[in-house]
């Protein structure tokens, strides 16, 4: 696989010296209603968020109208019992409304693109001029669709929740056998919410070293903390998912960030990425104004030109203008060429 140092979307470029790209998902949050949308549009773009995400679906491209085993949901989340289709046709954004969406998104200042879960999606947002596509965690084993957005040559981000490393792998190479040439993924648990003891996030420095791309998470736990410690682990993209007020309530809306939530996220994973830093070990030029505070070597006592230094005449002390202390074991021993005053740093030429 080639190595991808960097990405590109809407001008802003996303790699390991750049801060994290920040997407805040609006998946279902707008409740059904484009006014709203259009509110955590720009709560988004006022509270930092680099990017507004949707999800551009319709119920029929995603499953059936059924009730048989496997169309209803059983596990233990917010959806449980609902019909596959009755629940993506509440949630799903109308496609009537991106127009708009971009419109308002373009004007706040903050880059819209989105994770579209068919070919009629993509078609449909490559007429609006979608600078970016995301393969959200469910459909990163959908072939069809990941060639389908990567022969668009538009950078592409591929979340990996549910994958095991070969669909990841696989993931990767059929987006990069389309064209793809800018491709991120993302390390993702899709739970909602997920709980921090499953995130993994060692798995991101992983990822980036076993696919060559760079790595982001999404994240769905609560609160800002896990998706700051992926920052400082080296993650260059964050998404969340975001809305205005938990009432009236949304099919995400239990997990997802609240604009105080979305603003300590976004301040918090920049601090992180501005602490990570390049992995060397040295001193910092502000600190190197602190060296005259640390421990060297001094004159005790007064020394007589010609006696012997020794561990009675010669300590390490504070503040840091003479030797180190490491060199006491060589002089000791060795005797004073001049006179040393008591408070005297001890260098070189005054001794033997």
């Known amino acids: 696989m080639p190595t991808i140092s960097s990405l590109t979307i809407a001008g802003r470029r996303i790699g390991h010296d750049e801060p994290p790209y920040i997407i805040a998902e609006l998946s279902a949050n707008h409740g059904g209603n484009l006014e709203r949308a259009k509110k955590i549009i720009r709560m988004a773009a006022d509270k930092g968020a680099d990017a507004i995400k949707f999800q551009a679906y319709t119920p029929e491209n995603m499953t059936l109208d059924c009730d048989m085993p496997g169309f209803v949901v059983e596990a233990d989340n917010p959806w449980k019992g609902r019909r596959l289709h009755e629940l993506y046709a509440s949630a799903a954004t109308p496609y009537s409304w991106f127009p708009e969406l971009f419109a308002t998104a373009r004007q706040a200042g903050i880059t819209p693109f989105c994770s579209p879960f068919g070919a009629d999606a993509v078609a449909m947002l490559e007429k609006l001029n979608s600078p970016a596509y995301k393969i959200a965690s469910f459909e990163a084993v959908d072939v069809d669709l990941i060639t389908t957005c990567a022969k668009t040559g538009k950078p592409l981000i591929i979340s990996t929740g549910l994958c095991?490393?070969?669909?990841?792998?696989?993931?990767?190479?059929?987006?990069?056998?389309?064209?793809?040439?800018?491709?991120?993924?993302?390390?993702?648990?899709?739970?909602?919410?997920?709980?921090?003891?499953?995130?993994?996030?060692?798995?991101?420095?992983?990822?980036?070293?076993?696919?060559?791309?760079?790595?982001?998470?999404?994240?769905?736990?609560?609160?800002?903390?896990?998706?700051?410690?992926?920052?400082?682990?080296?993650?260059?993209?964050?998404?969340?998912?975001?809305?205005?007020?938990?009432?009236?309530?949304?099919?995400?809306?239990?997990?997802?960030?609240?604009?105080?939530?979305?603003?300590?996220?976004?301040?918090?994973?920049?601090?992180?990425?501005?602490?990570?830093?390049?992995?060397?070990?040295?001193?910092?030029?502000?600190?190197?104004?602190?060296?005259?505070?640390?421990?060297?070597?001094?004159?005790?006592?007064?020394i007589a030109a010609g006696e012997t230094l020794n561990r009675d005449n010669v300590h390490s002390i504070r503040p840091g203008y003479g030797l180190l202390p490491k060199y006491l074991p060589e002089l000791i021993g060795r005797k004073a060429k001049k006179n040393i005053r008591r408070g005297e740093p001890i260098s070189w030429d005054l001794v033997d």
């Not at 190479?173 to 921090?196: D, F, H, M, N, Q």
Request: charged share 25%; net charge negative.
């Open 164 to 302: 095991t490393e070969e669909e990841a792998a696989t993931a990767l190479e059929t987006a990069l056998r389309a064209g793809a040439r800018e491709v991120a993924l993302l390390k993702c648990s899709s739970a909602y919410p997920s709980v921090i003891e499953e995130t993994n996030l060692m798995a991101i420095p992983y990822m980036r070293e076993r696919f060559g791309v760079p790595v982001g998470y999404s994240d769905h736990t609560m609160g800002a903390a896990v998706a700051i410690a992926a920052c400082a682990i080296g993650a260059y993209i964050i998404e969340k998912h975001v809305i205005d007020s938990r009432l009236p309530p949304t099919a995400d809306s239990e997990f997802s960030a609240l604009p105080d939530d979305l603003a300590l996220l976004v301040h918090g994973c920049r601090e992180a990425f501005l602490a990570r830093g390049r992995g060397q070990l040295g001193p910092t030029e502000r600190e190197i104004q602190s060296r005259v505070f640390r421990r060297s070597l001094y004159a005790v006592r007064d």
